[in-house]
Structures are given as structure tokens and as C-alpha cells.
């Protein structure tokens, strides 16, 4: 199973110099843990020190926006697409 993966241009330099991988998983959890292997720096990025994802990060899945508290449970199928992406602030 073939997830694309789009990340944040930021994050790109941490993921071999792209901003688009393909990974797999059953879910979003085991997805993210398999790109952690190739890209260790990623998980530093993008989790707290208690596996949060960082509160100015969210992830995307198929154009639907996923809530932090369901992101281990999320269910990937062939040809998903997750996205990271970054919050703006301002005022």
C-alpha cells in the first residue's frame, strides 16, 4: 500500500530534500513511524516530548482535516494522501 506523503517546505531539508515521499501503513500512526526510520529528524519536528503532534502542525487527509486525538487510530488505504501543514499566526 502507497501513501502520498506531502510535507511543509520547512520540513523538506529534514526528509532528504523533498517535500513529497510515498511510505505506507495501516494507519496513520505505523505511517509516520516508517518514515521516521528513513528520517529521524522528522520526528523531532513534528512531536513534543510527550508524542504530541506539535499544536502548530495538522495533518490532512484526502482534502478532510484530521482531529490530534484520532491520528494513531486513522485507517490509510492505497492512493491516500496525508499532508502536514503548517498553521499561520498573525494579527
Do not use: H
Amino acid at each position: 500500500m502507497s501513501v502520498n506523503v506531502e510535507l511543509p517546505s520547512a520540513l523538506a531539508r529534514y526528509a532528504g530534500g523533498t517535500k513529497f515521499l510515498v511510505a505506507s501503513g495501516d494507519n496513520v500512526r505505523m505511517l509516520f513511524e516508517k518514515l521516521w526510520e528513513d528520517y529521524p529528524q522528522l520526528r523531532i519536528r513534528l512531536l513534543d516530548k510527550r508524542d504530541q503532534l506539535y499544536p502548530y502542525f495538522v495533518l490532512i487527509k484526502n482534502n478532510v482535516r484530521l482531529s490530534p486525538q484520532e491520528l494513531c487510530d486513522i485507517p490509510l488505504d492505497d492512493g491516500d494522501t496525508l499532508e502536514v501543514m503548517t498553521l499561520a499566526g498573525g494579527g
